[in-house]
């Protein structure tokens, strides 16, 4: 937890959301994706752009050039096992500072392993005590 706690430091809370939104939908995470779409309303997130996470690419105007740098970040490491291209890790670095890229990075790990145990441990969408 202490982890997830550091990643998050510096970065931008809509951006946090958006990132752990986008893996859980990835990873097919109904508990985590519930909570963190919770999170996001709770945080003034507009329920237009949560709608678009799935498909940011084909509604890139509804994310800021940093959010679609880091989006596509989230996508690549989620999905290691096709590596993370050159042009992706790129564009994030032109968009965050050596520690604000090392915590994107940190929080994409940290939110790829939350799924992990929610699936594992067979989680309920909608049973997070935070709620």
Not at 84 to 98: G, I, K, L, T
């Amino acid at each position: 937890m202490g982890f997830d706690a550091a990643a998050r430091e510096g970065l931008d809370p809509a951006l946090i959301e958006l990132v752990l939104i986008r893996c859980s939908q990835l990873n097919g995470c109904a508990y985590c994706l519930h909570m963190h779409t919770s999170d996001a309303r709770k945080a003034g997130e507009s329920e237009e752009r949560l709608h678009m996470v799935s498909v940011w690419r084909d509604a890139a105007h509804f994310f800021t050039p940093a959010e679609q740098a880091a989006l596509a970040l989230a996508e690549a490491v989620t999905r290691i096992s096709d590596g993370v291209p050159d042009d992706v890790y790129a564009r994030a670095a032109e968009h965050f500072d050596e520690t604000r890229l090392a915590n994107l990075i940190a929080l994409i790990l940290a939110i790829n392993t939350w799924n992990r145990i929610a699936i594992t441990t067979a989680k309920l969408a909608g049973t997070d005590e935070r709620a």
